[in-house]
């Protein structure tokens, strides 16, 4: 449940690029503002599950020099439980009953850096207020849908012809440094998988519903240490959840010898995104909505406190 006053902001990489991929990438100033153009008619919408769903960039502000952007995400949607409440004491509970047309709606605030990475022009940093429901899928379909409908732009190909383009926006979650760089610097040693199956009738004399484990155990037996292992990890994580694996646990020996064997939720990919992301923790003063109609200028200030710090780190 989210907490009336306390957020955790996760951080992404946002990559900029075309389509066709030979078309030359805009500026994320250039996109944003677009979206914003859209947000003010209240039209930047991305609707899904037969429109029982709706993503809204609600709302969009550019600092006056153009060097960062705040947008306000709002997800309502219909299929959502009708929300309960329980008294404390004597454990009485009521619900509230979503009206015609409603839906159980949450918002977040991201905050985004206008200004390239040093390292790559097409690459920019970016603060999202973690909220479920909001996470890194919703928020990077939302925009790119919203993108494609205002931000198309002609260019001429090397043989100067016109042709016509769009920008593709891509988030790349920025992993913690603790958990990855722990890895990177000791030896994977093992990845094992693990998915649980209900049985039915039929397993012995009593009608018994019993779990059933089933394992799956990959052997390192290269990347095992450094960068390279990281982009392992994430790869196979990626291939067991679509295999139907629920669960993942890495077997591996950091730089002091000791091994351990840590073990992740990867069933959802937010589950795991939230427990392997980069993460700040921030606090307001007045209680925060579940889900809030205006840009909160307190949120905004925490976020671009946390960005500023994160993009000045990456510098040093």
Same mark, same amino acid.
């Not at 709606?105 to 909001?134: C, F, K, W």
């Not at 397993?203 to 059933?212: G, I, S």
């Given at each position: 449940?989210?907490? =009336?006053?306390?957020?955790?902001?996760?951080?992404?990489?946002?990559?900029?690029?075309?389509?066709?991929?030979?078309?030359?990438? @805009?500026?994320?100033?250039?996109?944003?503002?677009?979206?914003?153009?859209?947000?003010?008619?209240?039209?930047?919408?991305? =609707?899904?599950? *037969?429109?029982?769903?709706?993503?809204?960039?609600?709302?969009?502000?550019?600092?006056?020099?153009?060097?960062?952007?705040?947008?306000?995400?709002?997800?309502?949607?219909?299929?959502?439980?009708?929300?309960?409440?329980?008294?404390?004491?004597?454990?009485?509970?009521?619900?509230? @009953?979503?009206?015609?047309?409603?839906?159980?709606?949450?918002? $977040?605030?991201?905050?985004?850096?206008?200004?390239?990475?040093?390292?790559?022009?097409?690459?920019?940093?970016?603060?999202?207020?973690?909220?479920?429901?909001?996470?890194?899928?919703?928020?990077?379909?939302?925009?790119?849908?919203?993108?494609?409908?205002? $931000?198309?732009?002609?260019?001429?190909?090397?043989?100067?012809?016109?042709?016509?383009?769009?920008?593709?926006?891509?988030?790349?979650?920025?992993?913690?440094?603790?958990?990855?760089?722990?890895?990177?610097?000791?030896?994977?040693? @093992?990845?094992?998988?693990?998915?649980?199956? @209900?049985?039915?009738?039929?397993?012995?004399?009593?009608?018994?519903?019993?779990? #059933?484990?089933?394992?799956?155990?990959?052997?390192?037996?290269?990347? =095992?240490?450094?960068?390279?292992?990281?982009?392992?990890?994430?790869?196979?994580? *990626?291939?067991?959840?679509? #295999?139907?694996?629920?669960?993942?646990?890495?077997?591996?020996?950091?730089?002091?010898? #000791?091994?351990?064997?840590?073990?992740?939720?990867?069933?959802?990919?937010?589950?795991?995104? $939230?427990?392997?992301?980069?993460?700040?923790?921030?606090?307001?003063?007045?209680?925060?909505?579940?889900?809030?109609?205006?840009?909160?200028?307190?949120?905004?200030? #925490?976020?671009?406190?946390?960005?500023?710090?994160?993009?000045?780190?990456?510098?040093?």
């Amino acid at each position: 449940m989210l907490h =009336r006053v306390e957020r955790t902001a996760l951080h992404y990489d946002v990559g900029v690029g075309s389509s066709p991929a030979h078309a030359p990438a @805009q500026s994320l100033l250039t996109i944003i503002r677009a979206v914003a153009e859209l947000s003010s008619k209240g039209e930047a919408i991305w =609707r899904r599950n *037969k429109g029982k769903s709706v993503i809204r960039i609600a709302r969009v502000r550019i600092h006056n020099n153009g060097s960062r952007a705040v947008l306000l995400f709002q997800h309502s949607d219909r299929d959502a439980a009708d929300p309960s409440f329980s008294e404390l004491v004597t454990g009485e509970t009521r619900t509230e @009953q979503k009206g015609l047309g409603e839906g159980v709606a949450v918002s $977040a605030h991201m905050v985004i850096d206008l200004t390239p990475s040093a390292r790559n022009p097409h690459v920019y940093q970016a603060v999202l207020e973690h909220v479920p429901g909001l996470t890194k899928y919703y928020v990077e379909q939302a925009l790119q849908s919203v993108v494609r409908k205002v $931000a198309g732009y002609r260019f001429a190909d090397i043989n100067g012809l016109s042709g016509q383009a769009y920008p593709v926006l891509s988030f790349s979650t920025r992993l913690q440094e603790s958990l990855f760089a722990e890895v990177a610097k000791g030896q994977l040693n @093992q990845i094992v998988f693990i998915r649980h199956e @209900q049985l039915g009738d039929g397993f012995d004399n009593e009608p018994a519903v019993l779990p #059933k484990e089933e394992t799956y155990r990959l052997q390192a037996v290269a990347e =095992r240490s450094g960068k390279g292992v990281v982009a392992l990890m994430n790869r196979l994580i *990626k291939s067991g959840r679509d #295999k139907g694996y629920t669960s993942a646990k890495f077997v591996f020996t950091n730089e002091d010898g #000791k091994t351990k064997q840590p073990t992740f939720d990867i069933s959802r990919a937010e589950n795991f995104e $939230a427990f392997v992301a980069k993460a700040s923790q921030f606090e307001v003063e007045d209680d925060l909505a579940q889900c809030e109609a205006e840009i909160r200028a307190d949120v905004s200030r #925490k976020l671009d406190a946390l960005l500023q710090r994160h993009v000045a780190g990456l510098a040093a």
